[in-house]
């Protein structure tokens, strides 16, 4: 299995949303996804939600607070194991939402 190319949030965007939708290209073989978000750029700590499909939501109950810098990535799975981890992209949520 190949890499996973990240689509949205944009590398270094700003989201108007504390629970924005991460999407991603799908990987040949994959079976399901694994998307990780923190704030710390190194992912040592950081919240993870399964997918099947090729986007995950920040869930309700663990919004992201306005004004931080987030980063995420996403490695795909399979009955084999996991594909290596996709780059990692950052974005920022504004200060004050709509």
Known sequence: MG??????PENEKL???L??????????????????WGEDPTLSVSNTLQS???EATVPLESPLQPG????????GGNAS???PW??????RVLEELP
Request: charged share 20%; net charge positive; aromatic share 20%.
């Open 19 to 36: 629970h924005p939708t991460f999407r991603w290209l799908s990987i040949g073989g994959a079976t399901r996804y694994q998307v990780v």
């Open 86 to 91: 996709s780059e990692t992209y950052s974005f």
């Open 81 to 83: 194991g996991w594909s």
């Open 68 to 75: 931080k810098t987030y980063y995420w990535r996403v490695r």
């Open 3 to 8: 890499r996973a190319r990240l689509i949205s």
């Open 52 to 54: 099947i499909a090729t």
């Open 15 to 17: 989201v108007d949303s």
